[in-house]
């Protein structure tokens, strides 16, 4: 990372998504949270501690965790289903479709330390297929916040929404891109900054190096805009539409897979909705198991330096007519 | 090798595993301290395993289900001979092949790869089941945590042993009574075990996982029941060894601080038998 802010100013979006969680816990009594062993790693001690009726551990049981969650939701309540993001999408994912997609259920799920947040841990761990795997999924909303303020909002929005979604935290520290009256749309992109020769278009731990790509790209006389594109699905076609129109040229950048991410969604929309194709180019991991690392060493390697995003588009423009 | 010369070993091992977590800043040392007599008596009495032909096809098949202890197995495989002694300084540095979970790909000696809670049993499962069509003789060991117990693909797998009557594979529960965040009792208690393997059609037995002479003779072939799988609930203590760690949930993948440490190392050098 060669554009390192200071300690104080990065955070954990975890307190952001507990403080607001028992916030909204304590207005409405109707809001549980379910987790899998995962008090500690989910930050939910604070919400067992006021509402001890209220925190449901089922133990080391994710398929269980996810199908209780659908019956609370059955029975009124607005459950928030926290677990790690590797186990709760890829170990409950039938559970994921069956009980909360086809059944229409308003099951939170919360995807804690999703992407490469468990770095050294190992692939395992790794949680960069969990767009791909939810956003084929028809009536859950897909979204990744970009920092503490965004990830609030979006926790806001989700005890207020009706129907189930899933909701992609990390761990990995970053500083704040929002204004701290900012409201989450879902569906909604938002303009980081200006620019008209290329699009960065980034979610989640992603933004942050996207916005320092930008400053790089801009010492050298290149204008970048900046898409903070949280939610996945479902994806704001007309933000990509006016990026491929206004500024020629794509890049996305996602702690995720490039096979089915946000790139792909991004992709899509510019094959099925521009007039006119725009060259693209998606970062993300290639396609591989990650070597050991932390998560912040991962995503330099595969890339996503902000000097590494910039080479990226500097490269791109090359292709552009 | 005689039971003194393991608990030498186990010694060892617990120091080279406690160092490791120091110096790489992570680990799961709770666990790995509860699992680390077991993992040695299998190793080094019980296994027939060869380190210069990790996958001679009539090995005995050995899966660390609670593959966040990975280290401890890593530091018996290297004790054994399959990665050489200093490779274990590298654990989680960038691009060592020793991650935090274990990998078949890049460690010799490994089976499968292991790290997401209830994978190993349904391997195991078929493990045992292919040396049976194979007319084989050779053994396959699981070894779970007692948390990883409430993974319903456990009982899944736990039905199938028993149907397909694989007394050729033996499940060891690391019964420390301890998961994550909490004690058993506390979350979804499963105790006691032994009368719930039982009655799924499984030979069960009870140890104190830390009693070296037990470990071998629970584990040794004669003990077979035939058409039985077997399972040994092995009565252990997270953090074993060390005053401050035994048995205290604090410690699943707490880090000592350099005064924790030299008092742990101490505990364990003035322990060695
Ligand atoms: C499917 C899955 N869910 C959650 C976790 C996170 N996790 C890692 S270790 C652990 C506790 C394991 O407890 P136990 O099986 O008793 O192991 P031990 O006490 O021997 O460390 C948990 C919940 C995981 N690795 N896999
Ligand atoms: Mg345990």
Redesign the pocket.
């Known amino acids: 990372m060669n554009a390192p802010v200071e300690p104080a100013k990065m955070h954990d979006c975890r307190d952001a998504f507990v403080a607001t969680l028992e916030q909204l816990g304590a207005a409405n009594a109707d809001i549980v949270a379910v987790c899998?062993?995962?008090v500690g790693?989910s930050k939910l001690a604070g919400f067992r501690d006021k509402f001890p009726e209220r925190l449901i551990n089922v133990?080391?049981?994710?398929q269980n965790m996810v199908g209780v969650g659908a019956g609370l939701a059955n029975g009124g309540k607005i459950p928030f289903v926290c677990?790690?993001a590797?186990?709760l999408t890829?170990?409950a994912l039938e559970q994921i479709k069956a009980d909360v997609a086809y059944s229409e259920t308003n099951v939170k799920l919360v995807g804690i330390s999703s992407g490469l947040a468990y770095g050294e841990l190992g692939a395992?761990?790794h949680s960069i297929e969990d767009f791909a795997w939810i956003r084929a999924l028809p009536n859950v909303p897909v979204i990744a916040p970009a920092d503490r303020i965004e990830t609030a909002a979006v926790i806001e929005w989700a005890a207020g929404f009706e129907g189930g979604c899933f909701l992609r935290l990390s761990r990995v520290g970053v500083p704040d891109l929002f204004a701290e009256n900012h409201r989450f749309e879902l569906g909604r992109a938002n303009v980081l900054r200006k620019g008209s020769d290329v699009t960065l278009i980034a979610n989640g731990t992603l933004s942050y190096r996207a916005m320092t790509a930008a400053d790089l790209l801009d010492a050298k006389g290149i204008s970048a805009r900046v898409l903070n594109m949280a939610t996945v699905r479902p994806i704001d076609t007309e933000a990509i539409v006016s990026a491929a129109a206004e500024t020629g040229a794509i890049v996305t950048c996602e702690e995720h897979t490039v096979f089915g991410g946000l790139g792909s969604a991004v992709a899509e929309v510019v094959v099925d909705e521009c007039p006119v194709p725009v060259p693209m180019k998606r970062l993300g991991v290639p396609g591989v198991f990650a070597p050991t690392g932390s998560a912040n060493f991962l995503l330099d390697e595969f890339g996503m330096s902000p000097q590494g995003i910039a080479d990226s588009v500097t490269d791109l423009l090359k292709r552009k007519r | 090798m005689n039971t003194h010369d393991l608990r030498v070993i186990a010694n060892r091992v617990r120091r080279r595993d406690l160092q490791a977590v120091f110096e790489a800043g992570a680990g799961?040392i709770?666990?790995?301290l509860?699992?680390t007599d077991l993992l040695t008596a299998l190793y080094f009495k019980i296994m027939s395993v060869d380190p210069a032909n990790p996958r001679a096809p009539e090995r005995d098949r050995l899966v660390l289900s609670?593959?966040?202890?990975a280290l401890a197995l890593y530091v018996v495989l290297a004790e054994k001979g399959f990665i050489p002694k200093d490779e274990i300084a590298t654990f989680l540095k960038p691009h060592s092949r020793l991650n935090g979970?274990p990998n078949r790909t890049k460690v010799p000696g490994v089976e499968t790869n292991t790290?997401?809670?209830?994978?190993g049993l349904p391997v195991g499962v078929g493990m045992a089941t292919a040396a049976k069509l194979n007319r084989a003789n050779w053994r396959t060991f699981v070894i779970?945590?007692?948390?990883?117990?409430?993974?319903g693909s456990n009982w899944e797998a736990i039905m199938s042993a028993a149907q397909l009557k694989l007394d050729n594979l033996t499940l060891i529960i690391?019964?420390?009574?301890?998961?994550?965040?909490a004690r058993?009792a506390d979350t979804n208690d499963l105790a006691p075990l032994a009368p719930k393997l039982a009655a799924f059609g499984w030979d069960v037995q009870e140890i104190d996982g830390h009693n070296m002479d037990q470990i071998c003779a629970v584990l040794d072939a004669g003990q077979i029941v035939t058409g039985k799988p077997k399972c040994i609930v092995a009565h252990?203590n997270?953090g074993h060894g060390v005053s401050f760690m035994s048995d205290n949930v604090a410690w699943?993948?707490k880090v000592p601080n350099e005064e924790q440490y030299n008092q742990a190392m101490t505990e364990l050098k003035e322990a060695a038998p």
């Open positions: 899998n062993d995962s790693s133990g080391i049981a994710e677990a790690a590797p186990f890829g170990r395992t761990h | 799961h709770g666990g790995e509860s699992v609670k593959g966040h202890t979970h790290g997401p809670l209830g994978h779970t945590g007692d948390g990883e117990m409430q993974e690391d019964h420390n009574r301890l998961q994550q965040g058993l252990t997270k699943h993948h």
